[in-house]
């Protein structure tokens, strides 16, 4: 979770009122529930065998959906699998390439939803990318302004709190728009697997359930971050609760 308007509002709006302090522990603590469950349920569903490795899914359905420029990678770390445009690469974390069960089929098979978005043009998608220079560059200023805010070498007065307010919405503007990228990437995942056969209606309950709450993380993400743009709105607007 984004704190540094947290630490900002320390440094330079100590009269910063309750409602703020509301919304940061509420975020934290629905963060941390959805974390703990996604974990939970991952855990469990990586117990329940399916007859194909999360390599083996990806491949497959990349096939199926006629991609073959698109290769599929082992990376190191946990929930660390991601799709990379730019390479073209579906990479897929060292439990879930190797792994079979369940949760490597729904995590495998979510990944190359990305592919098949990516090859389809899939306007969420092409949004996203085309944000990320600007994510980026928002989130490198957004650091800057945090590290002289606690040196006390920034003044942090109204202009200042409009251009914070201006770089903050990019990134939020950008959570929300993940938002139809991740959901949509998990349907496809869930027809495919469905279609294919290679899931049982059960092994497809429990794959639609694990992808339902890793879904959640990027929805608790977009609100916590509305929710604290939204409160740093009014202030600059000169509302106080």
């Given at each position: ?134 994510v980026q560059f928002s989130t ?102």
């Amino acid at each position: 979770m984004n704190l540094q308007p947290l630490i900002l509002a320390q440094q330079s709006m100590p009269h910063i009122g309750a409602t703020y302090w509301i919304i940061i522990i509420a975020s934290m603590l629905v963060s941390i529930l959805i974390s703990s469950t996604l974990k939970r349920r991952f855990n469990e569903y990586s117990q329940i065998p399916m007859r194909l490795s999360g390599a083996q899914i990806a491949e497959t359905m990349l096939r199926q959906n006629g991609i073959t420029d698109v290769k599929v990678i082992s990376t190191p770390g946990q929930l660390t699998d991601h799709y990379d445009p730019t390479s073209k690469t579906v990479n897929l974390s060292e439990g879930v390439y190797a792994g079979h069960s369940v949760a490597a089929a729904a995590v495998a098979a979510h990944e190359c939803g990305h592919a098949v978005q990516h090859q389809q043009a899939y306007a969420w998608l092409t949004l996203r990318s085309r944000m990320v220079p600007a994510v980026q560059f928002s989130t490198n200023i957004l650091n800057y302004i945090m590290m002289l805010s606690l040196f006390g070498m920034l003044y942090f007065g109204p202009t200042m709190l409009w251009i914070y307010i201006a770089l903050f919405g990019v990134t939020t503007v950008f959570s929300i728009v993940t938002l139809p990228v991740e959901l949509d990437a998990s349907r496809r995942a869930l027809v495919w697997l469905e279609g294919s056969g290679l899931a049982a209606s059960m092994e497809h309950e429990k794959a639609k359930n694990a992808l339902f709450w890793a879904a959640m993380t990027y929805v608790a993400a977009a609100v916590g971050s509305l929710a604290q743009l939204l409160y740093f709105l009014s202030l600059a607007l000169g509302r106080r609760d």
